[in-house]
Structures are given as structure tokens and as C-alpha cells.
């Protein structure tokens, strides 16, 4: 079974807007409201295509009903945890052709709803897939994921999908998968990275410190697979006119997820994963199965094995 946790989760308010003038009366295009939150995405995707999940996590308040009845209505199973506190509420906001995005705080989580949390997790099946996605609320303290982790059977798939100190701090859990983009590593290494070359060899050290398997996302450059025993890749993907990459790291895992769970190789789900990603970024939304399906045949992956 997939679970996906979102410790974080907002409702997002997507709006487009032809251009944005400040201090002046603004009309939107057209303007959505969606579940948010990088790990309900990933249980959006997985939907979409064809493989259940159960989303997990922390929803209180109108926006927190409107997220459990947003997962609902798509037949995504959910089991969150109710909190006191209303759940965020997210701005992302399209126009000049610039995303823009504004982040509200994240609601005040109480100990007691934590530790309702850590107990729902600590029984999850051997043989599960559990992502972790986001950030963490300022409530829980950097170390939450390991918390979380300490808790839950060495048999059960950890991917964390963060950033900032709890990317430092899940690194000792040696997790199956974990997803940083170029700027995260950075901000986790203190410098810039200026080639693919540089980019393979910190995946080469992370992977050779007890992560598993690590997917570098580049952007319009494509990314990079690195896992054990010498197995590299980088996929290569086409030109595109990204309507909005929001949700595309989300699909990436997602896609990784399914291919992986179906029995696919490290390379194929890590071709599938890219080719979804790919997909959510051109479409402007949470991809769907044929959108991946068209975009697989135009990812290329070549071995670039790092011995």
C-alpha cells in the first residue's frame, strides 16, 4: 500500500491573470481553487494514474473540510488527523508570464495531535511506501520527519520530498528516495553548482552516506538518478513552454512511485517519473496517464554510471 503525508497542507488558490499592475484594480482570467500540499499532489497523480494511495496528514477548520471534500469527490482515500486550527491558505498566482507565489503560516499543531499522528503511521504495513512531502509547521520542529520515522517499521519504503534543515536532518534515516532540486541542495551545502558533473558527484556522496536512491530535478535541464552500486542516469527532456511547473516535483515522485510499485526497473521508474513531471509542467496541471504516455516518448535517458 502507498500512503503520502502532508504535514503542511494548504488549500492553493490559483489565479491568472493577463498582467498585474500594483495599487490598481486587477481582473483574473480565470481563477481555481485545489487541494494543496506536495504530498496530497502526489496522491492526486497517483489517481490519475490508475494506483491508489491513502493520504495522510494534519486538516483543520472550512479549509481543512474543503480539502478532505476536494480528495472526496476524486475518490482519493484520505485519513487525516482533525486539528484545532483552520488549515493554510496559499496564493499562486500566474500573470506576465511570471509565477508568483505567496505562503501563508502554517496553523499551530499541539503535541497531542502530533503524537495521534505518530500512532496512526507506527501501524502501517511492512512492505508500505510511505512519501513525505513538504515543509514542516514551525509547531512540529525540524526533526519531525525523524520522529515520524522512528516510530514506523525498517521494512516500510521511506521518500522524503523536503527541504531547508529537515532535508539535513532526514539524510540519517538512509531513505529509499529522496527528490531535491538544484536550489536545495545549494541552500543545503552552502554553495552553487555550476554543471551536471558537480551534480553527480554530491549525489554520489549522499547516496555513499545511506540515502538509497536520489533524483536531482534541473529543471528544463532534465535530472539525475543516482542509486547503489554504481547506478547513475540523466534524463534528458524536450523544450517545452511550461504553462506553470507547479506540482511537477510532485509528479516526478508520483510517476516514480507507480512505475516502481508496477515492477519497473530503477531506470524506467526513474523515466516514467521524469516524463510525468514533464508532463504536469507543460500542461499546467496535475498530469494525467495519456498526458505521461505522450511525454515518455520524448525523455531520453542515457547511463552515466559514476564508478
Request: a neutral charge; charged letters at 20%.
Amino acid at each position: 500500500m502507498i500512503y503520502t503525508l502532508t504535514l503542511n497542507p494548504s488549500v492553493d488558490y490559483k489565479i491568472v491573470l493577463k498582467e498585474f499592475q500594483e495599487e490598481s484594480l486587477n481582473y483574473a482570467l480565470n481563477n481555481n481553487f485545489f487541494a494543496g500540499g506536495k504530498g496530497i499532489n502526489v496522491s492526486t497523480v497517483l489517481k490519475n494514474l490508475g494506483k491508489p494511495s491513502t493520504a495522510l496528514g494534519f486538516l483543520g477548520g472550512f479549509t481543512g473540510d474543503y480539502i478532505r471534500f476536494f480528495l472526496d469527490s476524486r475518490g482519493i482515500k484520505n485519513d487525516f488527523i482533525k486539528i484545532k486550527y483552520d488549515t493554510r491558505l496559499n496564493i499562486k498566482m500566474i500573470a506576465n508570464g511570471r509565477e508568483t507565489e505567496i505562503n501563508a503560516n502554517s496553523p499551530d499543531i499541539s503535541e497531542n495531535e502530533f503524537e495521534l499522528l505518530k500512532n496512526k503511521l507506527k501501524g502501517l504495513a511492512n512492505n508500505s511506501t510511505l512519501v513525505m512531502s513538504g515543509s514542516v509547521p514551525a509547531a512540529l520542529g525540524e526533526d519531525a520527519y525523524n520522529e515520524i520515522a522512528n516510530g514506523i517499521s525498517n521494512d516500510v519504503k521511506l521518500i522524503i520530498d523536503t527541504s531547508g534543515k529537515p532535508l539535513r536532518k532526514i539524510l540519517r534515516l538512509n531513505p529509499f528516495l529522496i527528490k531535491p532540486n538544484i536550489y536545495e541542495l545549494e541552500d543545503l551545502f552552502n554553495t552553487k553548482f555550476d554543471s551536471a558533473k558537480e551534480l553527480i558527484k554530491i549525489g554520489k556522496n549522499l547516496v555513499e552516506s545511506g540515502v538509497q536512491n536520489i533524483i536531482i530535478s534541473m529543471g528544463s535541464d532534465g535530472a539525475i538518478f543516482i542509486g547503489g552500486k554504481n547506478v547513475a542516469f540523466r534524463a534528458f527532456v524536450p523544450k517545452i513552454n511550461s504553462v506553470s511547473t507547479i506540482g511537477a516535483g510532485d509528479s516526478v515522485i508520483a510517476g516514480f512511485v507507480y512505475a516502481f510499485d508496477n515492477g519497473s526497473t530503477l531506470e524506467d521508474s526513474f523515466k516514467f517519473g521524469v516524463a510525468a513531471g514533464t508532463a504536469t509542467a507543460f500542461k499546467g496541471n496535475l498530469c494525467e496517464f495519456q498526458d505521461v504516455k505522450k511525454m515518455l516518448c520524448e525523455i531520453r535517458v542515457e547511463d552515466i554510471c559514476t564508478s
